[in-house]
């Protein structure tokens, strides 16, 4: 099987598309599932925008007894505000002073879509997989991210039936502020970890030349197990 790329050039599928492909056509074969209910799922998933972990985000700063909540049961605390987080469990960590948290899938891109939408290719590059959990420190200052040497950074690594948020620090100067204001300063990836939340009139983190070089670059080792970085 071929596939023509927006120039008209023909270019041969991946595996992981053939077999994408494989799947589709013997699950519809034995009517287990329609070409429609499987393209309506993927329109979903492409439709979901970090717009609702942003919501769980700002009622958490704005509720401490939801944040509690939230942060022993990430799933029904999103469930609470009529999220779904089908078969899987939710761990939300929480960003101290003290504490910076990013999270990663060494092993493939496991990430919670239902919350921050699909993930950026930087995020299931293996230079970024690998990177992040022996020198974060290191990747995350290429993000624009600093994180001062006496704050630890902690890696958590997701896995096919748990996924992590990171809960950002709360901006200074945003006392009184309702959730729907809160909600635009929380950024994708300050709920991956590789950024802070936007403070007021900020703009948005230079992270696209990151981006370009995990999405390039070649992993530098095999993965390491994930820990507490200091």
């Known amino acids: 099987r071929c596939r023509m790329s927006g120039l008209g050039k023909y270019s041969p599928l991946t595996d992981f598309q053939l077999m994408e492909v494989s799947l589709r056509e013997l699950l519809g074969e034995k009517g287990v599932v329609s070409d429609a209910e499987v393209d309506a799922v993927a329109a979903d998933m ?26 022993a049961d990430g799933t029904k605390a999103c469930e609470e505000l009529g999220l779904d987080v089908p078969a899987l469990r939710l761990v939300v960590v929480e960003n101290t002073p003290q504490v910076h948290n990013v999270i990663v899938c060494t092993l493939c891109s496991c990430y919670p879509r239902m919350l921050l939408g699909l993930p950026p290719d930087w995020y299931k590059s293996s230079n970024y997989r690998s990177r992040v959990v022996r020198e974060p420190r290191a990747v995350l200052a290429e993000f624009g991210t600093r994180i001062p040497d006496e704050v630890a950074i902690r890696v958590h690594d997701s896995t096919a039936d748990m996924r992590y948020m990171v809960l950002p ?50 992993p530098t080792s095999s993965f390491p197990t994930a820990s507490t970085w200091k």
Do not use: F, H, I
């Open 46 to 71: 492409k439709s979901r925008g970090p717009e609702r972990g942003a919501k769980v985000v700002a009622r958490a700063w704005t509720d401490a007894a939801y944040k509690q909540r939230l942060l």
């Open 169 to 218: 620090l709360r901006p200074a100067g945003t006392e009184g502020w309702n959730e729907q204001r809160l909600a635009g300063l929380v950024t994708r990836d300050s709920m991956v970890g590789v950024a802070r939340a936007r403070t007021a009139g900020a703009r948005p983190p230079p992270t696209r030349a990151a981006a370009c070089r995990w999405a390039t670059a070649r």
